[in-house]
């Protein structure tokens, strides 16, 4: 079976290669290439197998604007997977996406197991429709594959002038975290993602109710590095750096977000797993589900002040966040967004992280289906 790895959370990637005069991100085992190189090579292996190009092209342009805005971790990393997910039929390369209206402000949204960027889109962008109408909205979606980074949707509906609040589980053979006190995974890293329009770049935040999710424990197993302290327990409940002790086999576990204070985060870990499965009539211990639970609330902030006055009081808000005199070990206050938006310009000059491991596996599907992906990555 493939590895189960349905986390939907994020968290910004920061290496450094050692050729690089700047802080420029990668590591010894990882190139950079330009994000439109990548994009021709991803969509390129998606329709030679036989995806619609729209379908290609949109689930290619959101991993790569993952990696553009530093979440490697549900970035170009995902490009093998996704395209094993098609190969083994898993994925549905043609799926058709429908909604329900279930209420006057809310709806289902049957993503029929195809690309769960596409289905994702396709939800949040009904939860706009239906807040524009009636100020508030509440979407769920069914069926749907992997959401990639979960900021990206709520980022949509505020750059429509919506505030919005997402929730992403996964099923039971996703559940890698633990229950706080437990030793045996019983959650998925089950992130929450919001969302706020404001003058200039919308306020994101999009964060594993983990420690950290399991994308980015991937990332550092395939760059041959340790994880830091606290993230992962081994298959007996011991604490450990070892990435390959949480895979197994036996799998251990990842530890809910909180530290000492875990209980916390198993707490908001709960409640994403209510509203992505209870909510949808869906047992969290179903064995025939696959992919994510996505819930979507969206407000239109004018249904209670004017959009401009709304977003003028936002940006007052973020600078007297940022005014904040910075404690020792740290330059400036940074709210939530402002880095990743920070990464995605640097990024579009220097280059997106390929790990070597991504590449090499992109390399060889392409040379299965007659294509040259080597020649189409192309480095600055």
Same mark, same amino acid.
């Given at each position: 079976?493939r590895e ?5 959370s994020?968290f910004p990637?920061?290496?450094t ?20 190189s990548?994009?021709? @090579?991803?969509?390129?292996l +998606? ?16 991993l ?5 805005m530093g979440?490697d ?10 395209l ?10 043609? @799926?058709e ?16 197991q195809?690309f769960g ?6 939800a ?7 807040a ?13 594959n992997?959401?990639g ?7 949509l ?5 919506m ?7 996964s099923?039971i ?10 030793r045996?995974g019983?959650?998925?890293t089950n992130?929450?993602? +919001? ?7 919308p ?8 420690v950290?999710?399991?994308g980015k ?16 327990l081994d298959s ?5 750096n070892?990435p390959?002790?949480f +895979?197994g086999?036996?799998r ?7 530290g000492h ?10 409640l994403?797993e ?10 969290s ?22 959009l401009?006055r ?7 808000t973020?600078? +007297?966040m940022k005014?904040?005199?910075p ?5 400036e ?15 579009l000059k220097?280059?997106i992280?390929v ?6 596996a992109m390399?060889?599907e392409?040379?299965?289906?007659g294509?040259?992906i080597?020649?189409l990555?192309?480095?600055l």
């Amino acid at each position: 079976m493939r590895e189960a790895c349905l986390d939907s959370s994020c968290f910004p990637i920061t290496l450094t290669v050692s050729n690089a005069n700047s802080d420029r991100e990668a590591s010894n085992m990882s190139r950079l290439f330009t994000s439109d190189s990548v994009t021709e @090579a991803g969509i390129a292996l +998606y329709t030679a197998a036989g995806v619609p190009g729209d379908l290609a092209k949109s689930a290619i342009d959101s991993l790569v604007m993952s990696s553009l805005m530093g979440h490697d971790s549900h970035g170009v990393i995902r490009i093998p997977e996704y395209l094993g997910f098609v190969q083994d039929g898993s994925l549905d390369k043609n @799926a058709e996406v429908s909604i329900e209206s279930t209420g006057p402000t809310t709806a289902v949204v049957d993503c029929g197991q195809g690309f769960g960027s596409v289905g994702a889109e396709k939800a949040i962008q009904a939860g706009i429709d239906i807040a524009s109408q009636h100020g508030t909205a509440c979407v769920v979606t069914r069926r749907c594959n992997h959401v990639g980074r979960l900021g990206a949707w709520v980022q949509l509906a505020a750059d429509s002038g919506m505030i919005a609040l997402a929730t992403c589980n996964s099923p039971i053979y996703g559940h890698f975290v633990l229950p706080f006190g437990g030793r045996e995974g019983r959650l998925a890293t089950n992130p929450i993602a +919001y969302a706020v329009p404001t003058g200039g770049d919308p306020l994101v935040s999009d964060f594993s109710t983990s420690v950290a999710p399991e994308g980015k424990i991937r990332f550092y197993r395939n760059q041959g590095e340790d994880v830091p302290d606290g993230w992962i327990l081994d298959s007996d409940g011991n604490g450990t750096n070892d990435p390959n002790q949480f +895979y197994g086999p036996p799998r251990g576990g990842i530890l809910p977000l909180g530290g000492h204070a875990g209980h916390k985060g198993f707490a908001l870990s709960l409640l994403v797993e209510i509203l992505g499965s209870v909510l949808s009539g869906i047992s969290s211990k179903d064995t025939e589900v696959f992919g994510n639970g996505v819930c979507f609330i969206v407000i239109d902030p004018s249904t209670f002040c004017p959009l401009d006055r709304f977003r003028s009081l936002m940006d007052e808000t973020i600078e +007297y966040m940022k005014s904040s005199a910075p404690a020792p070990g740290f330059d400036e206050v940074l709210v939530p967004g402002e880095l990743e938006f920070r990464t995605m310009r640097r990024r579009l000059k220097e280059g997106i992280v390929v790990d070597e491991a991504t590449r090499t596996a992109m390399i060889d599907e392409g040379e299965k289906l007659g294509i040259d992906i080597a020649s189409l990555l192309k480095s600055l």
